[in-house]
């Protein structure tokens, strides 16, 4: 039988932003890590005025602490909770070079030079010991000349292994085999990578750039030589290029922005030198605009300016100037609009808008007919150079840039023979394979059969099953195949083995009325003909809260009678999860706020991705949380009052949980606000897994002998006790203008519910009775003109307002 291989000790080697970043990330998932950088070579003035020589610890490990301590403090934030920093350990690669040998992966990031590297690897041989895996994070030098003179063993377990920044968001996880790398190492960390630290792992070949940045870089260098063609503003370009064509927010210019133009440089003049036989070599060179903001220092966010530059204005609010790329002045932004973009805001699908986008008659249209076309082209044209494989690209251009999808299934979106059209028309020439194809009877790249994902395959002329998806359920691939109930709210799909799954498909995922429809629709048919529930989705976030639309007329009008139902209806229905016969298992991921929060605290487990972001954010829009989310607080103070506890300060706590709309910035932050619960609910780094796992975790339940829960009426509530204290500290938080009048009034509607009205004493009272008043107190804060503006706010604005 084959050894295991684990990973329990990672050794990083250099600590910059990319050491350290990935320091944290191996943290993060539970590994105990090393890392290492140089010794300084001259004292600070502060170290000299301390006393302190060269030979002193504290000298000789400053660079690698104060570069760990600056990653701990960065946002967004490296580690999923701060107490995982105790899982690094520090060090000098002079003095603690040789506790290499305990770990089982050592990691070089050192500076991106070759000769460097490799008197690095030197040195990690006299230690590493033989069968440890050694890996280089390099973005642009060839990996085949960095082992050279290195045993065979060294060489056998060596390869590239490059993470994108920041490593624990961007899931892009590179492989670049070394020239004698053994195959079963490849094996092992594509695996690993999928499995342990959530990436999307892709085998790319050893080609300037890889895979990510040899494309991404690509699509910049174009977008600046067509800004320029078209007359296009940045302003212009960015709403091209952002969120419509399911691109992150920063779109193009504000990404340049963030990661540094210098850095961009960089590697377009690496692409440039290294890629001669490119047919696109000419694109690599820097425009001069370009040029002239490197003279400048304008490189961004690290030098205060770059396309974009935040400035005081007269009233000494911030302002944000943008770059005019044909005087290379700043001004103030301009607003960007085109009809084409007015045409796909009711298509919610990002990929259903692409037939619509090239289809526009104005400016829009043509700047996505020529972009599009370009890139399918100069894609089409890197296979077999960069990939055998079409998905590993757009799995790479997804996971490394956050593009939601990969240009090949852009191009099944437009169409193959349409794609073709506009690469022509573009001046452009599609590579041979893809006319093969066409001739072929080919329509698509990509395909799904029973459940899976196929992709057209080069070398067999046919439609491959991807590897790897034997992990994943992929609900894009299964929602109508396996569909046993839909409304507009929701798909409720079949998992097998007895599982259901609630899939909410409203706008952003809100929650209103056909959704809790569905979910009482699906718990029904579970109770009846299946074993458990799952409710999960793979959209963006898992959900951002109940229809605040729907509130806001009820409330207007003043339908108290409606909006009681409603509530109600909410009520019940988490209620529902909590207490039907089969068990029920939330899957949150993304931003889970308000009643997307309160579906998690009412299920029997929770799966949560990593990257979860769950709060009762209900304050912002003027109410308390009224789905059971107050309720739920003060039942979880009740279970953990303990003898001897004072009892008024832990319920504090779960207050001040809801009072201060806390959001957790990890899943592992919400077990310290006890929304998750330790040792009952999950966590999963590979969000693509987390759908299988809550199916898994439901089964489980269901063969352990589920038993439907009894209603609680023992929860203990404080009554005046507590409610004194909480209308105190509100009057003196007001008085000293931490929060204003209404703040107030919505805090001691809380602070009533949560301490279970003026009860004189206090005693023990069941969840319906606190829902009653959580209820009550929501419908109140609904007549208040002051709510309204709230919600009309976060309406029209998304964005909270303190009125």
Known sequence: MTEKRRIQRVAVIGSGIMGSGIACHFANVGVEVLLLDIVPRELKEKEKAAGLSLKDKRVRNRLVNDALAAAIKSKPAPLYHKNFAARITTGNLEDDLAKVTDADWIIEVVVERLDIKQQVFEQIEKYRKPGTLITSNTSGIPIQFMSEGRSEDFQQHFCGTHFFNPPRYLKLFEIIPGPKTKPEILEFLNGYGEQFLGKTSVLAKDTPAFIGNRIGIYGIQSLFHLVQDMGLTIEEVD???????GRPKSATFRTVDVVGLDTLVHVANGLYKNCPDDEEHE???????????????????????????????????SEILSLDLQTLEYRGKKRASFPTLEMTKSIDNVIDRFAVLVGGKDKAGE?????????????????????????KIDDAMKAGFGWEHGPFQIWDAVGLKKGVELAEAAGKSVAPWVTDMIAQGQTSFYTVEQGASYCYDLNNGQQVKIPGQDAFIILDNIRE?????????????????GILNVEFRSKMNSIGGDVLAGLNKAIDLAEKSYDGLVIGNQGANFSVGANIGMIFMMAVEQEYDELNMAIKYFQDTVMRLRYSAIPTVVAPHGMTLGGGCEMTLHADRVVAAAESYIGLVEFGVGVIPGGGGSKEMALRASDGFMKNDVELNRLQEYFLTIGMAKVSTSAYEAFDLDILKPGKDLVVVNKDRQIATAKSVARQMADMGYTQPVKRKDVKVLGKQALGMFLVGTDSMEAAHYI?????KIANKLAYVMAGGDLSEPSLVSEQYLLDLEREAFLSLCGERKTLERLQHMLQKGKPLRN
């Open 481 to 497: 195949s396996q569909a046993v109930f839909k409304n507009s709210g929701v798909v409720v799909e079949d998992l097998g083995d």
């Open 283 to 317: 694109l690599f060179q820097i425009p001069a605009f370009i040029n002239t903001m490197m003279e400048n220092n304008w490189l961004g966010s690290k030098t205060g300016q770059g396309f974009y530059k935040k400035i005081k204005g007269e009233n000494g609010r």
């Open 239 to 245: 709403k091209l290029t952002g969120p419509v064509i």
């Open 367 to 391: 700047f996505y007919r020529k972009n599009f076309g370009a890139m399918f082209a100069y894609v089409s044209n890197r296979i077999p150079e960069i990939s055998e494989e079409v998905y």
């Open 740 to 744: 204003s009048e209404h703040d107030r």
